[in-house]
């Protein structure tokens, strides 16, 4: 059973638009979300993290949202920039993983 | 601080070989994790060491076996290789405390002929 479930599996989004992605998780014990950033040839790199007491958390250009009694929570990702291209993937509490979503941003 | 490192970074095997991957965390992180990454099954969970024991272990077989050193440093073994054992394999460390943020290494690619 796959316990985090991530959207679309593939996103192409032009220079200065805006990327979103979305996950959803079952477990209700989960207590940690994380989003990494994994280029080609290199392991994942946190982007950024929130827990569940929290609604929204912004980074610079990157923004989590997370709604709890959904049990679903987004990345967006302002002003998408041609080196943003990469794979994103959330997770919950570390050992549990979304299948990735490959984006593109077209310049 | 230098990141995690893992050797080697590709490797050949055979199937029915055995193959012993190493990761050296970054100074002064005592958790190691453990992943497989492939395209069809994404990133898996194989196992935690914290302080030279494993505290979490995923869902993997018995072929799948890890151990941490004194220092931290962590190797994990796959026995009788098989063909679907062909994959990315990521090593994270992080600090002790729940709330640290784990850092992955840039894998070691395993082929299985």
């Known amino acids: 059973q796959q316990q985090v479930k991530q959207s679309p599996q593939s996103l192409i989004v032009q220079k200065g638009g805006i990327s979103i992605i979305n996950c959803a998780y079952e477990n209700t014990a989960f207590d940690y979300f994380p989003w990494y950033q994994q280029f080609p040839g290199k392991g994942p790199a946190l982007l950024i993290a929130?827990?569940?007491?929290?609604s929204e958390k912004k980074e610079g250009r990157f923004t989590i949202s997370f709604n709890k009694s959904a049990k679903q929570f987004s990345l967006h990702i302002m002003d998408s920039q041609p080196g943003d291209s990469a794979t994103y993937f959330c997770?919950?509490?570390?050992?549990?993983f979304g299948a990735g979503t490959i984006l593109r941003v077209k310049s | 601080k230098a990141g995690v490192t893992q050797t080697p970074r590709y490797l050949i095997k055979t199937r029915g070989q055995q193959v012993t991957l190493s990761c050296s965390p970054i100074s002064g992180h005592r958790s190691v994790s453990w992943y497989q990454q492939t395209p069809g099954q994404g990133l898996q969970f194989l196992f935690e060491?914290?302080?030279?024991?494993?505290?979490n272990k995923g869902n993997f077989p018995g072929r799948f076996s890890g151990r941490q050193f004194s220092n931290s440093r962590s190797e994990m073994n796959v026995s009788t290789l098989e063909l679907g054992d062909s994959a990315l394999y990521l090593c994270?460390?992080?600090?002790?405390?729940?709330?640290?943020?784990?850092?992955f290494g840039p894998g070691t690619r395993l082929t299985v002929t």
């Open positions: 929130i827990r569940p007491d929290v």
């Open positions: 060491y914290f302080s030279e024991t494993q505290r």
């Open positions: 997770a919950a509490n570390r050992g549990f």
């Open positions: 994270a460390s992080r600090g002790a405390a729940w709330g640290d943020e784990q850092y």
